[in-house]
């Protein structure tokens, strides 16, 4: 009796200067991507996909990913110290690492389908239409803040100048300096 062969996909790919062995809807912390979360990250350097291997990268093979979430690891303490020269020093590093869901593995120069590229103009979308909402929010703020702006800060401005100049000059002669003592003169022998 044979038993059926189960090819799970798997591929090596390369970043952030280590190599990952991934298939589809893995879940890893790599070093930081510099993209929103939600969105689609690829990686192009494949250097093995099942059984075939790059020399050194697959031509044509692609994997994507859905970048979860980046967010820092824990503290790694580095501690120093020279025994008998009284030398001790304590730092701390944070890693920045973003979390990405592997979504497909693609060979042969296919691009990513329609269910997660769906999800990358989606996010997109959203992340470009918030900022084109806030910006003639934006521009309409400044524009009414000008407008009360110098009608508020001179009557501030005048106000807090006038209550100033009538306190410290009714206080000024109140506050009088004392008078310096003559410091008494050494006795001549």
């Known amino acids: 009796m044979t038993l059926p062969v189960i090819c799970m996909t798997f591929a090596v790919i390369k970043t952030g200067g280590k190599q990952y062995k991934v298939a589809a809807n893995d879940v890893l912390k790599i070093e930081k991507l510099d993209a929103e979360a939600g969105s689609i990250v690829t990686f192009d350097q494949v250097l ?20 979860l979430e980046t967010k820092k690891q824990k503290t790694v303490i580095i501690f120093k110290k020279n025994r008998r020269h009284n030398y001790r020093r304590r730092n701390g590093h944070r890693q920045l690492l973003s979390t990405v869901r592997i979504t497909e593995i693609l ?24 900022p084109a909402k806030k910006a003639p929010k934006a521009a309409a703020a400044p524009a009414a803040e000008k407008a009360e702006a110098p009608a508020k800060k001179p009557a501030k401005k005048a106000e807090p100048k006038a209550a100033a100049t009538d306190d410290t000059a009714a ?15 050494a006795d001549k022998e």
Do not use: C, Q, R, Y
């Open 107 to 130: 060979t042969g120069g296919a691009k990513p389908s329609v269910k997660a590229a769906g999800v990358a103009t989606s996010s997109e979308s959203v992340s470009e239409a918030a």
């Open 48 to 67: 093995m996909v099942g059984d075939e291997v790059g020399a050194p990268l697959v031509e044509g093979a692609l994997v994507a990913a859905e970048l």
């Open 171 to 185: 206080e000024k002669p109140a506050k009088k300096a004392p008078a310096k003592k003559a410091a008494p003169k």
